[in-house]
């Protein structure tokens, strides 16, 4: 099986998903004739920067269409520039060629027309990666450059350009995209490639590719390569791609809201030794946290994170939990992962040990009273106060079944004397006769009446 993220990688604006505005943009421009000398595409990796400028270069230098939103993509031009060959399309990675002496070579060649184009274009990649100094010497050609040539620069780190290459470009930002559009875009695969799966066995691809297309089509190469011929199940994504099941987590932050230590510090241990990552698992349990307080305030938006069962679940679960003691749990393990992130720790067994300590924390910040608890007894106060009743700090407790009395004693009945009862518990009484047998030498009869001085 081919590579899937170049077998799918889209060769025309119309194939082109998310980036809309980007899209519209450059197709005015080119229906138009109002091209720019100088673009910038700026975003995340893997959302179509380069497959955009690659596009853009074949709409310019198709053969058959000319300048056009359509290129043929059947045109030596079209074959060679996706295949990244083409003469006059120049594809330049500025992570490695970065000197100042790459930049003066370009410079050098941008003077001499295209070999077979109407444009010598070129692509620069990670742009950001230059020096100083070839951003200087890159300036004067950007400012003024010969009206046959292109550039299309793309970066993740949009704000490393310095401002006086920004003032020469046509910038368009390329944003992330949202789990709906992945998951859409995977669905459309796996039905060209008719492998059958679960729908949500799609949604833990979406997630672990965090907006980028690239890293969701290559996790699900990867998932299709290791499933062979077997359907993709939700379970089958969790174990290749190593993610903890959502059903922890609710038990884990279940077992934080009933202050049960003991059952997380074995939770956390047990992830410890199956070998997860306990920061990946923390960070995660934050999102889970978060999606929590969402669910309870009835302010969730559908994300395409959860499945319809996994939030049914996940209502019923919290329906009776305190919304502070959510966000109090949260406000710790956010303080938490943020030291693990300054200090850059990395160590899993340190990481464990802080986290066993925030458990404890936790469950003994929790224990104290909680805003809602302290509101709800000053609203009791305040209606006590209204309705002239005494204020019952504690809620009332069932009575205790009534004891069996006696019946009421006739006045001439007299009073049965009680019965004696031994004062001196058994285990006392044997230890006192060894004593007493010990130290005086009394006989058994002695003994006994020993005793029954200490009992009168």
């Given at each position: 099986?081919?590579?899937?993220?170049?077998?799918?990688?889209?060769?025309?604006?119309?194939?082109?998903?998310g980036q809309l505005q980007t899209a519209r943009a450059l197709k005015n421009a080119l229906d138009f004739n109002q091209l720019n000398h100088a673009y910038l595409f700026f975003g995340s990796r893997g959302v179509g920067k380069t497959t955009t400028a690659r596009i853009l270069a074949r709409s310019i230098n198709?053969?058959?269409?000319?300048?056009?939103?359509?290129?043929?993509?059947?045109?030596?031009?079209?074959?060679?520039?996706?295949?990244?060959?083409?003469?006059?399309?120049?594809?330049?990675?500025?992570?490695?060629?970065?000197?100042?002496?790459?930049?003066?070579?370009?410079?050098?060649?941008v003077r001499f027309a295209p070999m077979?184009?109407?444009?010598?274009?070129?692509?620069?990649?990670?742009?950001?990666?230059?020096?100083?100094?070839?951003?200087?010497?890159?300036?004067?050609?950007?400012?003024?450059?010969?009206?046959?040539?292109?550039?299309?620069?793309?970066?993740?780190?949009?704000?490393?350009?310095?401002?006086?290459?920004?003032?020469?470009?046509?910038?368009f930002p390329f944003k992330k995209f949202s789990n709906h559009e992945l998951i859409e875009r995977l669905t459309h695969?796996?039905?060209?490639?008719?492998?059958?799966f679960e729908k949500e066995a799609l949604i833990p691809i979406a997630i672990k590719g965090e907006g980028s297309m690239r890293d969701a089509i290559s996790l699900l190469d990867r998932i299709?390569?290791?499933?062979?011929?077997?359907?993709?199940?939700?379970?089958?994504?969790?174990?290749?791609?190593?993610?903890?099941?959502?059903q922890l987590y609710m038990t884990f932050l279940e077992n934080i809201i009933m202050k049960n230590a003991r059952n997380c510090l074995d939770l956390v241990d047990t992830l410890y030794y199956d070998g997860y990552n306990?920061?990946?698992?923390?960070?995660?349990?934050?999102?889970?946290?978060?999606?929590?307080?969402?669910?309870?305030?009835?302010?969730?938006?559908?994300?395409?994170?959860?499945?319809?069962?996994?939030?049914?679940?996940?209502?019923?679960?919290?329906?009776?939990?305190?919304?502070?003691e959510l966000v109090l749990t949260f406000d710790i393990c956010y303080k938490l992962y943020n030291n693990w992130t300054y200090y850059n720790t990395t160590n899993s067994f340190e990481i464990l040990i802080n986290i066993e300590m925030g458990i404890i924390d936790i469950i003994d910040r929790l224990n104290k009273p909680s805003v809602t608890a302290v509101l709800q007894k000053?609203?009791?106060?305040?209606?006590?106060?209204?309705?002239?009743?005494?204020?019952?700090?504690?809620?009332?407790?069932?009575?205790?079944?009534?004891?069996?009395?006696?019946?009421?004693?006739?006045?001439?009945?007299?009073?049965a004397a009680p019965a004696p009862q031994n004062i001196v518990p058994p285990a006392v009484e044997d230890d006192m006769a060894s004593m007493i047998q010990k130290e005086f030498g009394a006989s058994e009869e002695r003994d006994n009446d020993t005793l029954k001085i200490f009992n009168s």
């Open positions: 099986m081919a590579n899937l993220a170049r077998k799918y990688r889209p060769s025309s604006f119309k194939d082109l998903m198709c053969q058959t269409n000319g300048v056009s939103t359509n290129p043929c993509g059947t045109c030596d031009n079209c074959v060679e520039i996706s295949e990244g060959r083409n003469i006059d399309v120049i594809e330049m990675d500025a992570a490695s060629n970065r000197g100042i002496e790459h930049i003066r070579d370009l410079r050098e060649n077979k184009s109407g444009h010598k274009i070129y692509i620069i990649d990670e742009v950001h990666m230059l020096t100083n100094e070839s951003f200087n010497a890159l300036l004067k050609t950007l400012e003024e450059p010969p009206g046959h040539v292109i550039f299309i620069m793309a970066t993740t780190e949009y704000h490393k350009i310095p401002e006086t290459i920004l003032s020469r470009c046509q910038a695969i796996l039905g060209c490639e008719k492998v059958e299709i390569t290791y499933s062979g011929s077997k359907k993709i199940t939700y379970d089958l994504v969790n174990e290749v791609l190593g993610i903890i099941p959502f306990l920061k990946v698992f923390f960070f995660d349990l934050l999102n889970y946290i978060k999606n929590t307080v969402l669910v309870k305030k009835k302010l969730y938006k559908d994300s395409g994170y959860f499945t319809p069962a996994q939030i049914a679940d996940m209502e019923k679960a919290i329906a009776g939990w305190d919304s502070d000053l609203s009791h106060l305040e209606r006590a106060i209204t309705d002239g009743k005494p204020f019952v700090d504690t809620p009332a407790k069932t009575p205790a079944p009534a004891k069996e009395t006696a019946p009421p004693r006739k006045m001439d009945e007299k009073i």
